[in-house]
Nanobody, 125 residues
């Protein structure tokens, strides 16, 4: 069981930047990769980006390519999401997740075993 705690959310104007952090603890040795998802009221949770612990391979949704960057610090068991050029449509609760396997696809929320409580990101226009 992996415990995840997100931080770094807040209010920012369009075009601004935020960096989210996700600190992992517990049975992290079973965690193969990490993902960031976001969700707005009335909509399904949406894939944002993912990264593997071993190789640092990264993946991102088309909607955030060129603007968001996922990274990790293995020594700190922490994953980051650097968000630049933020748009109002990026407003959402952002969730960090841990997966033991990406066999079914890193962008599927169903392959993630543990989730954080989320952190609110609000982008004003």
């Amino acid at each position: 069981q992996v415990q995840l705690v997100e931080s770094g959310g807040g209010l920012v104007q369009a075009g601004g930047s935020l960096r989210l952090s996700c600190a992992a603890s517990g049975r992290t040795f079973n965690s193969y990769g990490m993902g960031w998802f976001r969700q707005t009221p009335g909509k399904e949770r949406e894939f944002v980006a993912a990264i593997t612990w071993n190789t640092g391979n990264t993946y991102s949704a088309d909607s955030v390519k060129g603007r968001f960057t996922i990274s990790r610090d293995n020594a700190k068991n922490t994953v980051y999401l650097q968000m630049n050029s933020l748009k109002p449509e990026d407003t959402a609760v952002y969730y960090c997740a841990a997966s033991t396997s990406y066999r079914a696809g890193y962008s599927s929320r169903w392959v993630y075993d543990s989730w954080g409580q989320g952190t609110q990101v609000t982008v004003s226009s």
